[in-house]
């Protein structure tokens, strides 16, 4: 039987996403488990396989994936190592971009292109109903009742039980809600890159999870440097691990996605939920005002 201490990510605590929806709170993202410039199938696909199925061993119980990732090769990937899948495990997937080559992502929100996406994630994960989905972008070149629009007919025909939406401002959130209920915001956010400080506190306010992605601050030479020196106190920790550990205790409303290729990195991310920072550590990496 394992315990809590085999089961590295409850030491996180848990968040609910849309009322009903409770999951440990060190999540994992699935974008890494696909090739080169998220473009194709991964390199060493039976240690993809491992991965994910080493998420459950860990105690993750939510798994963050997208249409446009390989494309489609996330999601594949994921039905084939975990369904039928376990209780309690929640795969959140999103609709939007277009993929033209590596590291190329075309936004499109037109509502023939979501309706093709939604129906893909539905087939590929061999679910009837999309827990958590989310929508990649605001499309500036479609109106934005044509995605809205869709997303709420979606969700009442029964196909994606709870709407999110992804690196967007305060203004969009509140449009958005005027079509459905915004359940969670996924947006770039780390310690050195903290521009949607707004939007946090915004999600802290009126319930609503924040996912934060790119958890280190790469580029940022002085959160680099408050990141090694908070390392050097917490003897064979991470960079990574510090990092998500910072995210962890910045919001009760922050969901980390902690995302690799590889099962050595998935055990050592997943122990930032182990780590718990110091008022020294704080002075050195201050939370959000």
């Excluded at 974008?31 to 396989?49: Q, S």
């Excluded at 521009?195 to 915004?202: E, G, M, P, T």
């Excluded at 790119?214 to 991470?238: C, F, Q, W």
Aim: hydrophobic share 40%.
């Amino acid at each position: 039987m394992q315990t809590q201490t085999d089961k590295p990510a409850t030491q996180a605590g848990t968040i609910t996403i849309g009322g009903d929806l409770t999951v440990n709170r060190l999540a994992y993202g699935a974008m890494r488990i696909t090739g080169e410039g998220i473009w194709g199938p991964p390199r060493d696909h039976d240690e993809a396989i491992r991965v994910l199925k080493r998420c459950l061993d860990l105690g993750i119980n939510f798994i963050d994936t997208a249409d446009s990732y390989g494309p489609y090769v996330s999601e594949e990937l994921i039905a084939e190592a975990l369904h039928p899948y376990a209780d309690g495990l929640v795969i959140a997937t999103k609709g939007g971009l277009l993929r033209t080559g590596p590291n190329q992502w075309p936004v499109d929100g037109s509502r023939k292109h979501l309706e093709e996406a939604l129906h893909g994630s539905l087939k590929r994960l061999k679910v009837d109903c999309i827990d958590l989905y989310q929508l990649h972008r605001f499309d500036d070149k479609v109106p934005a009742e044509e995605f809205l629009g869709f997303l709420h007919e979606a969700q009442q025909q029964g196909k994606i039980k709870h709407i999110g939406l992804s690196e967007v401002g305060i203004e969009q959130i509140e449009q958005a809600q005027d079509y459905f209920e915004v359940v969670s915001v996924q947006n770039m956010y780390n310690f050195g890159q903290q521009k949607w400080n707004d939007v946090l506190k915004y999600c802290e306010a009126n319930d609503m999870v924040f996912i934060p992605w790119y958890p280190l601050s790469a580029g940022n030479l002085e959160a680099d440097k408050a990141i090694h020196r908070v390392v050097e106190r917490h003897p064979g920790s991470t960079e990574y691990q510090i990092a998500l550990a910072w995210l962890l205790a910045a919001s009760p409303v922050m969901l980390p996605i902690a995302g690799t290729s590889s099962v050595k990195h998935l055990d050592e991310n997943v122990q930032a939920a182990t780590i718990r920072l110091t008022d020294e550590d704080f002075q050195d990496m201050p939370l959000p005002a």
